[in-house]
């Protein structure tokens, strides 16, 4: 099977946005789920292009849920792929989801990147992992950004809150 990053780089469908240095931890942490009957639930879908990034890496077993604010993403689902709507923020939403889900083998949250989301979405969603699974949030860069309530060593930032964990 091609690696997470070949797939990037020579993907055709829909549009998909992911930093180069992100493959070398996906395929660190996920490649033991290739080929295999897995769950994941990924936040945040703006083009669906990562949901049919995930679905060749994974392969043909792999059910994928996403969430989205974007009522218009609901169009994106097509075979194994299932969207929500809703806000990643709005803690009884992802209880209501993640409970009519099965168990989940990966989260990846790369949704709004606010503190208030990656917070909220890590403290609801982490107990429907499996014990052996994955909980990846992408982009806590944001945590330094003022424009997402972060700044250095900033209070209540996702960086922080995950320091004392």
Same mark, same amino acid.
């Given at each position: 099977?091609?690696? &997470?990053?070949? &797939?990037?780089?020579?993907?055709?469908?829909?549009? @998909?946005?992911?930093? %180069?240095?992100?493959? !070398?931890?996906?395929?660190?942490?996920?490649?033991?789920?290739?080929?295999?009957?897995?769950? $994941?639930?990924? $936040?945040?879908?703006?083009?669906?292009?990562?949901?049919?990034?995930?679905?060749?890496? +994974?392969?043909?077993? @792999?059910?994928?849920?996403?969430?989205?604010?974007?009522?218009? /993403?609901?169009?994106?689902? !097509?075979?194994?792929?299932?969207? +929500?709507?809703?806000?990643?923020? %709005?803690?009884? +939403? &992802?209880?209501?989801?993640?409970?009519?889900?099965?168990?989940?083998?990966? $989260?990846?949250? %790369?949704?709004?990147?606010?503190?208030?989301?990656?917070?909220?979405? +890590?403290?609801?969603?982490?107990?429907?992992?499996?014990?052996?699974?994955?909980? $990846? /949030?992408?982009?806590?860069?944001?945590?330094?950004?003022?424009?997402?309530?972060?700044?250095?060593?900033?209070?209540?930032?996702?960086? !922080?809150?995950?320091?004392?964990?």
């Amino acid at each position: 099977m091609e690696s &997470l990053r070949d &797939l990037f780089y020579n993907h055709s469908g829909k549009r @998909v946005h992911k930093w %180069d240095h992100y493959f !070398e931890i996906y395929e660190r942490y996920l490649d033991k789920y290739k080929g295999k009957d897995i769950a $994941i639930l990924e $936040i945040g879908v703006a083009h669906g292009g990562s949901l049919q990034l995930w679905k060749k890496y +994974f392969g043909k077993n @792999v059910k994928i849920y996403a969430i989205d604010v974007n009522p218009e /993403c609901k169009k994106l689902e !097509e075979e194994n792929i299932e969207i +929500f709507i809703g806000s990643q923020s %709005d803690a009884a +939403f &992802l209880e209501s989801v993640a409970k009519s889900l099965p168990p989940l083998d990966v $989260i990846i949250d %790369d949704g709004g990147h606010t503190m208030k989301q990656q917070i909220v979405s +890590f403290e609801v969603l982490y107990k429907y992992v499996k014990d052996d699974g994955v909980y $990846i /949030c992408e982009d806590t860069h944001t945590s330094y950004w003022r424009e997402y309530q972060g700044g250095l060593r900033r209070k209540g930032t996702f960086t !922080e809150y995950s320091k004392n964990l």
